[in-house]
């Protein structure tokens, strides 16, 4: 499940703890790949909303770029991993929906579920566990980080020259993201239809 659509209600998506428990304990020791319906639109245009992900439970070596599955308090959440931290010697993930311009709080290995590696879209299934999707991902994980990067410096720099009142230059960066954001949605849609 994705972040919820605006339109649904926080109770219409998470699940009370002891039947999430439950149902996670159950395909845990299953071991097996789980369809999950998706919810939302923070992963368009790869998932969407009605789409079902195929999960394969756990994830013993997560990467930069994989779409994972994890625990939010009482719903899971499906996002691509940006970047992998340490603090304290511990190994966190940071996560974030491809359509959304926020990071997720840091993810502990604990938390993760699984990852995806299928999109059942209707009748099509979209295999995504290939050499060829990990390179898109990577792609979109590592040009996510530098384009936050140089979105920070070029507002901090714009902070310091013009003060915090919005701008032309704001204005100019705000749609350089959208069209940035744009450009990747529309090659990640290309590649869906062949």
């Known amino acids: 499940m994705t972040e919820p659509a605006n339109s649904l209600k926080k109770k219409e998506t998470e699940i009370p703890q002891s039947i999430l428990k439950a149902a996670l304990d159950i395909w845990e020791d299953s071991g097996q790949q789980r369809c999950l319906p998706i919810i939302g639109r923070s992963m368009l245009p790869l998932l969407r909303h009605g789409d079902q992900a195929w999960i394969e439970h756990g994830c013993a070596n997560p990467h930069r770029g994989e779409i994972i599955v994890f625990r939010d308090e009482n719903k ?104 940035f954001f744009s450009l990747m949605r529309r090659m990640v849609e290309m590649i869906l239809r062949n």
């Open 76 to 179: 899971l959440t499906i996002h691509r991993i940006i970047r992998l931290s340490h603090d304290s010697g511990k190994l966190l993930f940071i996560t974030k929906g491809d359509n959304f311009f926020k990071f997720d709080a840091p993810v502990t290995p604990e938390q993760i579920l699984g990852r995806v590696v299928a999109v059942q879209r209707g009748k099509q299934r979209i295999m995504i566990d290939t050499p060829a999707w990990r390179m898109v991902g990577w792609s979109i994980a590592v040009v996510t980080l530098l384009w936050t990067k140089i979105y920070n410096v070029c507002r901090t720099g714009k902070q310091a020259v013009f003060g915090t009142q919005p701008n032309r230059v704001t204005a100019f960066l705000r749609e350089s993201a959208l069209s």
